[in-house]
């Protein structure tokens, strides 16, 4: 029982620490601003802001370019997720949520930052990654002259089907013409040959 109590307390007792990042030119009274955003989740400290250097390519943010990044570490009596506090305090500071961004405190400390930079190239103007060898196969002339093989082999193909067709139907007529000439139900009329007299003698 009194082991049980112990977990309760030590749960009513847990803290969630995120370490928050905001880039660029901050807002007024950006301290007060935080306090008030936080206050929803019941803060238990929270720490003055950090800024570093302006860097090129700051590290949480590699699409930003030539900024600062002020670090504010904030301990917070109820659970929440980085991605949420990211939106809220974006939402309140008034803040781009491309300029917020929100960690755990584990999150923060795995997070390499021996990470080298790599000089930007602009995708306009860098080779398509992984493009297809055979690309150029299904553009320009090649695809031109492929269309038109293509094109003359169904052209041949429905010559073949209308010759087959036309044959068929001939063939057809023919056994009917057959038949009908074999059936022993056909009369032959003959004519009655000019000058003979059929009558009898007198």
């Given at each position: 029982?009194?082991?049980?109590?112990?977990?309760?307390?030590?749960?009513?007792?847990?803290?969630?620490?995120?370490k928050l990042g905001l880039a660029g030119n901050l807002p007024e009274n950006i301290n007060d601003?935080?306090?008030?955003?936080?206050?929803?989740?019941?803060?238990?400290?929270?720490?003055?802001?950090?800024?570093?250097?302006?860097?090129?390519r700051p590290l949480d943010f590699p699409k930003l370019q030539n900024m600062e990044v002020t670090y504010f570490d904030?301990?917070?009596?109820?659970?929440?997720?980085?991605?949420?506090?990211?939106?809220?305090v974006s939402l309140i500071t008034k803040m781009s949520n491309s300029h917020v961004i929100?960690?755990?405190?584990?999150q923060h400390e795995d997070y390499p930052t021996d990470k080298k930079e790599e000089p930007y190239v602009a995708k306009l103007e860098s080779p398509l990654e992984q493009a297809?060898?055979?690309?150029?196969?299904?553009?320009?002339?090649?695809?031109?002259?492929?269309?038109?093989k293509q094109m003359e082999k169904d052209r041949q193909q429905i010559t073949m089907a209308k010759e087959d067709s036309?044959?068929?139907?001939?063939?057809?007529?023919?056994?009917?013409?057959?038949?009908a000439s074999a059936s022993p139900l056909t009369k032959v009329k003959h004519d009655k040959p000019e000058g003979v007299s059929t009558g009898g003698l007198k």
């Open positions: 029982m009194e082991s049980e109590f112990k977990k309760i307390l030590a749960e009513s007792k847990k803290t969630y620490k995120f601003t935080l306090k008030t955003a936080l206050s929803k989740y019941e803060i238990v400290s929270l720490s003055k802001g950090k800024k570093t250097p302006i860097q090129e904030a301990e917070l009596a109820y659970p929440t997720t980085p991605e949420i506090l990211e939106q809220y929100a960690r755990t405190a584990t297809e060898k055979k690309a150029q196969d299904h553009v320009g002339q090649k695809r031109v002259i492929e269309i038109l036309k044959n068929k139907k001939e063939k057809q007529l023919q056994d009917r013409e057959e038949k």
